[in-house]
């Protein structure tokens, strides 16, 4: 089968398609014929070695897919072969088969496509936890999104409008925000272009804001929690600049803001019962068309390399999907 394979961790230029064995369905395993494979910025990341995980060498990239079940392990009875299902990994999503746990498959509903399947999981699961368990967004609370045109952030912007928030998007660029726009934001700020926090005072009459929803880090972060009204809360999710932010720690001293963390695969894995929920509340939202992944591009898997680097730099908008059978 054809991978994208990554022989040493450096520049993502020297990922490779290649041809490699076929995996086998282990027990509790199922195989995956790939049919849809989304790309995510720690996919980015991992092939640099910058990921807080490195996987053994050689792997493929690719966290997120959806395909039809080709193989099924011993001891799994809820799987069979033919069944149309998405899936999340570690790694090695963006081949043209995956071996896979099958507690971590889902299947696909019968009004989703591949695409959209692909591109559904790790942002959505990732924004609704943020917003609902960590921030406890209220109905009628500002949100601010920064990254607001990436998977994340759209998935965040649509999650807070339903959440029943007033939601500002940032992002570097006035085609970046149009996406933002079409999504639900109720207000964008280009913060390449406008200081971000004087923006956000204008916009809130200087109240600031309560719930800052932050995948960018760098000097952004700071800014944005200075923009935040007492008791404001700084999602930290992940940093697209490239830069951990050094937040003075009096800033949350004054207006007695929170700074809490995000990392929704380890709340996942320790509470699965809630997991649950949130992945059905998600598909009814989607069912409802209340929820629209943001597919802006589909690639073939010789397309992945450049979408990867254009990821890095910060030069996509929504979701690229990469066609595995394209």
């Known amino acids: 089968m054809k991978a994208l394979v990554c022989n040493a961790f450096g520049p993502i230029e020297d990922l490779k398609v290649e041809d490699v064995e076929s995996p086998s369905a282990g027990p509790g395993q199922v195989v995956v014929a790939i049919k849809a494979a989304a790309l995510n910025f720690p996919d980015a990341l991992i092939v640099q070695g910058l990921y807080q995980v490195k996987p053994a060498l050689p792997f493929s990239p690719g966290a997120e897919f959806a395909g039809v079940v080709k193989t099924v392990g011993e001891g799994v009875s809820h799987l ?9 990994v570690p790694h090695g999503g963006l081949a043209e088969e995956c071996a896979v746990d099958a507690r971590g498959v889902i299947p696909l509903p019968d009004d989703m496509d591949y695409a959209t399947g692909s591109a559904l999981l790790l942002t959505y699961c990732t924004s609704l936890h943020a917003l609902k368990d ?3 967004l209220a109905a009628g609370e500002t949100l601010l999104v920064l990254g607001a045109s990436g ?18 998007a940032a992002a570097s660029s006035e085609k970046k925000l149009a996406l933002c726009r079409e999504h639900g934001a109720d207000e964008t700020i280009d ?8 923006r956000v005072d204008a916009l809130t009459e200087k109240r600031g804001v309560d719930v800052v929803y932050d995948a960018v880090g760098g000097a952004y ?26 937040i003075p720690l009096n800033l949350a001293l004054l207006k007695e803001r929170e700074i809490l963390g995000v990392y ?13 929920a949130h992945l059905l509340q998600l598909l009814d939202w989607f069912r409802n068309q209340q929820i629209a992944p943001p597919v802006t591009e589909q690639l073939p898997l010789a397309g992945a390399v450049d979408a990867l680097q254009r990821m890095a730099k910060r030069q996509v908008r929504g ?7 394209k």
């Open 191 to 198: 913060y390449v272009r406008d200081d971000l926090r004087e």
């Open 134 to 136: 960590v921030a406890k």
């Open 319 to 325: 979701k690229v999907v990469v066609l595995i059978d």
């Open 221 to 246: 972060s700071e800014a944005a929690l200075r923009a935040t009204s007492w008791g404001g809360r700084l999602l930290v999710v992940g940093f697209a600049t490239g830069e951990i932010p050094r």
């Open 151 to 168: 998977g994340v952030g759209i998935a965040a912007i649509e999650i807070g409008k339903l959440m029943g928030a007033r939601v500002i």
């Open 80 to 88: 069979k072969v033919g069944d149309r299902v998405m899936a999340l």
């Open 264 to 276: 929704w695969g380890d709340w996942a894995k320790r509470n699965p019962k809630l997991q649950q």
